[in-house]
Nanobody, 126 residues
Framework: VQLQASGGGLVQTGGSLRLSCTAS????????MGWFRQAPGKEREFVAA???????DVADSVKGRFTIFRDNAKNTVYLQMNSLKPEDTAVYSC?????????????????????WGQGTQVTVSS
């Protein structure tokens, strides 16, 4: 599985960005997908996840501001980021899990993902 992330950039506080992650393969609809981020000097952290059955979860730090959703016809998962803050500045990476899971099962741990995209930089200026 190859993942291509895009959509990062420079935005002012309070602004919005939409990240996209397009996957190769004909079975994208069965993948659990996730977004993670890593800020300078910090460890990678969970941001959002979506199961193949469209169940979603987001980290407490972005709840009410970020939304994850998927378009299986385009093999793409999105991260809509609103009301951005300087502390959201990080490299954002998408990840895919092809394990056979229930449609409601979310994957939120880094170690559970086998496939990773290259990351896209998001910078929020104050």
């Amino acid at each position: 599985v190859q993942l291509q992330a895009s959509g990062g950039g420079l935005v002012q506080t309070g602004g919005s960005l939409r990240l996209s992650c397009t996957a190769s393969g004909r079975t994208f609809s069965s993948y659990a997908m996730g977004w993670f981020r890593q800020a300078p000097g910090k460890e990678r952290e969970f941001v959002a996840a979506i199961s193949w059955g469209y169940i979603t979860d987001v980290a407490d730090s972005v709840k009410g501001r970020f939304t994850i959703f998927r378009d299986n016809a385009k093999n793409t998962v999105y991260l809509q980021m609103n009301s951005l803050k300087p502390e959201d500045t990080a490299v954002y990476s998408c990840a895919a899990d092809r394990s056979r899971r229930a449609g409601s099962e979310l994957v939120t741990e880094i170690d559970e993902y086998a496939y990773w995209g290259q990351g896209t930089q998001v910078t929020v200026s104050s």
